[in-house]
């Protein structure tokens, strides 16, 4: 499948099928993480791969919308370094767009769980200490998003996009 392809395709999965991710195709995601560009090439943001249903189970405790992650196959999170790089949010962000895309063009599913949360510090605190407690990562590192992964149960139907008029500017800002 082709990259437009894929990200037409894409969507919110938070349904799955009860059926392993071989692999073979978890080293392809793997791999799209890996090639996931950053800031300078610093490797800023790290992942974790989780496939162990008990872990699983309990990062659906992150917060009250992740409880897909017990149907999901797997997941990955995505953690940065705010001490190597000053795009580390930038960074993890791009490589969870990577793996989504590719777990697409691969039949699978995906949803992005937030982690980080930009506008409330307490909030985003009580979800990264939890993941960092559970995980075991250094206190160091932001705890950006969790992707949980696997084939889709259902395929949702497309969103209903507002104008492409709506957000896109030729040479100039215009309302």
């Known amino acids: 499948m082709d990259v437009l392809s894929a990200i037409e ?3 919110e999965i938070t ?3 009860p059926d392993p991710i ?3 195709v978890l080293e392809q995601l793997v791999r799209s993480l890996y090639l996931a560009p950053s800031g300078n090439n610093l490797p800023s943001r790290e992942f974790i791969l ?4 008990a872990t699983l189970r309990a990062l659906t405790s992150t917060t ?3 409880k897909w992650l017990d149907e999901a196959a797997g997941a990955v999170v995505i953690v940065a370094n705010p001490r190597l790089s000053k795009y580390w949010l930038q960074d993890a962000a791009i490589a969870g767009g990577f793996l989504w895309l590719a777990a697409v063009s691969l039949g699978l599913g995906a949803a992005w769980g937030a982690v980080y949360h930009a506008e409330d510090e307490a909030e985003s605190g009580r979800r990264e200490d939890y993941v960092r407690n559970l995980l075991q990562i250094p ?3 932001r705890v950006v998003a969790i992707m949980g992964l696997g084939y889709p149960a259902a395929e949702p139907q497309p969103k209903e996009m507002y ?3 709506r957000v896109l500017h030729r040479e ?3 309302s």
């Open 50 to 53: 989780v496939s162990e249903k």
């Open 172 to 174: 100039s800002f215009r």
């Open 15 to 17: 349904r799955f099928k």
């Open 22 to 24: 071989p692999q073979e």
């Open 9 to 11: 395709k894409r969507r």
């Open 139 to 141: 206190a160091s590192y």
């Open 64 to 66: 009250p919308y992740m």
């Open 163 to 165: 104008p492409l008029e």
